[in-house]
């Protein structure tokens, strides 16, 4: 690990540029602790800050199942009766998601911030060259847990937790009203808390405790001291996404994946090289049998110039077939059987006339057969013959011919 700054960031910054802040060493205990300006600020590896005050809001909406990428325009949808401005004009981060209770919807916690504002502090801090990995709101980080309320007080700003999952920023000078409404509250609910645990910052003067056990009717017992860094830890919600995205993290992400994209790259190396080889053999190979065909072909007919080994012995074959009185492949009766066998048992009924001339063979089909006709060219082609389909008005002809010699 790193050095960390963390920073305690109220409404009022950067009109009053000091802050609260503590030096986190490699073991993630402080080295230094101050209240300070940016330019007495140490040094650190990385900033975080915590945003302290009513900066943020910290909601549950109840939402129904939904996919990842629809889930940012319900949230919004379910926030537009519960906030002042226009969601549009807020930026969303999503705490956490559990469960509703009815089977059919989850609560999803949402951390509301105004996005101008979020803008504003970035680019002050880009600017003092202190950009943070990480932004956290202390509505989330404060003191919470299951024994009761935690009220956490520093300085001007305090912060109630109710429970792990909920937060609310109040102002100090209150307190003592608005935690006995929210007491009454709760109680008729029948939700009132065992206790309220009161968490001082050190310096702070917290509330009268006799005083505000006798307004809210609670046990109020001091807790241990409130450290504002202390719940500044990986699991509270970072608003540094979608367009807040720092460019450290997307390096961090590219820094992690570099070892994958290096085995991705290997592989495709060795997948290109092989079938690179593959290639190289096929064509050794195919040189290897041209060389076998023309060997054989001069051996065969020693006084004709070899051009087109196969083609030639084809014409040879044809010629000795003719003196004999046999079919030649390139017949009528040959081509059409090569047809009827590449049409299948579209074939049946499905030629309506034939003409035969000078090799030519001039098939008119009809039905299945006519429909089929313009796919069996690679078909045919395999075979040594060439196929052109043309239409003439309604009728469709297939007319074949074998690969003559060039």
């Given at each position: 690990?790193?050095?960390?700054?963390?920073?305690?960031?109220?409404?009022?910054?950067?009109?009053?540029?000091?802050?609260?802040?503590?030096?986190?060493?490699?073991?993630?205990?402080?080295?230094?602790?101050?209240?300070?300006?940016?330019?007495?600020?140490?040094?650190?590896?990385?900033?975080?800050?915590?945003?302290?005050?009513?900066q943020c809001l910290w909601l549950e909406v109840p939402l129904p199942g939904a996919a990842r990428r629809?889930?940012?325009?319900?949230?919004?949808?379910?926030?537009?009766?519960?906030?002042?401005?226009?969601?549009?004009?807020?930026?969303?981060?999503?705490?956490?998601?559990?469960?509703?209770?009815?089977?059919?919807?989850?609560?999803?916690?949402?951390?509301?911030?105004?996005?101008?504002?979020?803008?504003?502090?970035?680019?002050?801090?880009?600017?003092?060259?202190?950009?943070?990995?990480?932004?956290?709101?202390?509505?989330?980080?404060?003191?919470?847990?299951?024994?009761?309320?935690?009220?956490?007080?520093?300085?001007?700003?305090?912060?109630?937790?109710?429970?792990?999952?909920?937060?609310?920023?109040?102002?100090?000078?209150?307190?003592?009203?608005?935690?006995?409404?929210?007491?009454?509250?709760?109680?008729?609910?029948?939700?009132?808390?065992?206790?309220?645990?009161?968490?001082?910052?050190?310096?702070?003067?917290?509330?009268?405790?006799?005083?505000?056990?006798?307004?809210?009717?609670?046990?109020?017992?001091?807790?241990?001291?409130?450290?504002?860094?202390?719940?500044?830890?990986?699991?509270?919600?970072?608003?540094?996404?979608?367009?807040?995205?720092?460019?450290?993290?997307?390096?961090?992400?590219?820094?992690?994946?570099?070892?994958?994209?290096?085995?991705?790259?290997?592989?495709?190396?060795?997948?290109?090289?092989?079938?690179?080889?593959?290639?190289?053999?096929?064509?050794?190979?195919?040189?290897?049998?041209?060389?076998?065909?023309?060997?054989?072909?001069?051996?065969?007919?020693?006084?004709?110039?070899?051009?087109?080994?196969?083609?030639?012995?084809?014409?040879?074959?044809?010629?000795?077939?003719?003196?004999?009185?046999?079919?030649?492949?390139?017949?009528?009766?040959?081509?059409?059987?090569?047809?009827?066998?590449?049409?299948?048992?579209?074939?049946?009924?499905?030629?309506?006339?034939?003409?035969?001339?000078?090799?030519?063979?001039?098939?008119?089909?009809?039905?299945?057969?006519?429909?089929?006709a313009p796919a069996l060219g690679g078909l045919l082609a395999a075979r040594g013959l060439l196929a052109?389909?043309?239409?003439?008005?309604?009728?469709?002809?297939?007319?074949?011919?074998?690969?003559?010699?060039?």
């Amino acid at each position: 690990m790193t050095t960390r700054l963390l920073l305690a960031l109220d409404e009022h910054w950067p009109a009053e540029p000091a802050c609260p802040w503590v030096l986190l060493g490699p073991d993630g205990q402080p080295t230094a602790e101050g209240h300070s300006e940016p330019r007495h600020w140490p040094a650190a590896a990385e900033v975080e800050v915590v945003l302290t005050g009513a900066q943020c809001l910290w909601l549950e909406v109840p939402l129904p199942g939904a996919a990842r990428r629809d889930l940012p325009r319900l949230i919004a949808y379910a926030l537009e009766d519960r906030l002042l401005k226009d969601p549009d004009t807020q930026h969303l981060t999503v705490s956490h998601r559990r469960p509703a209770g009815d089977g059919e919807r989850d609560l999803v916690g949402v951390l509301v911030i105004a996005r101008e504002r979020l803008r504003s502090l970035l680019a002050q801090l880009a600017a003092l060259g202190r950009s943070p990995r990480r932004v956290v709101a202390a509505v989330q980080t404060a003191p919470a847990g299951p024994e009761g309320w935690h009220l956490a007080v520093a300085g001007p700003d305090a912060v109630l937790r109710s429970a792990v999952t909920t937060g609310v920023a109040l102002d100090a000078d209150l307190l003592i009203p608005l935690l006995a409404q929210q007491a009454a509250t709760a109680r008729a609910a029948n939700q009132a808390p065992d206790a309220l645990l009161v968490h001082l910052a050190p310096g702070s003067s917290g509330p009268d405790t006799a005083a505000l056990a006798r307004e809210t009717g609670l046990p109020v017992s001091v807790a241990e001291p409130y450290r504002w860094w202390a719940g500044a830890d990986r699991h509270a919600a970072s608003l540094l996404h979608g367009e807040f995205a720092s460019r450290e993290q997307g390096a961090a992400w590219l820094t992690r994946l570099r070892p994958a994209a290096l085995l991705a790259a290997a592989a495709l190396g060795v997948w290109l090289l092989a079938n690179v080889g593959e290639v190289l053999w096929l064509r050794h190979s195919l040189d290897g049998v041209q060389t076998r065909i023309a060997r054989v072909y001069a051996t065969t007919f020693p006084n004709t110039p070899v051009v087109a080994p196969a083609a030639q012995m084809r014409q040879q074959l044809n010629q000795e077939r003719a003196r004999h009185s046999l079919l030649r492949d390139d017949d009528a009766l040959a081509l059409l059987a090569q047809a009827a066998d590449a049409l299948g048992t579209d074939a049946l009924d499905g030629v309506a006339a034939l003409r035969y001339e000078d090799g030519r063979l001039d098939l008119s089909l009809q039905g299945p057969a006519a429909a089929r006709a313009p796919a069996l060219g690679g078909l045919l082609a395999a075979r040594g013959l060439l196929a052109d389909v043309r239409r003439d008005g309604n009728a469709t002809h297939l007319v074949l011919r074998r690969e003559s010699l060039q």
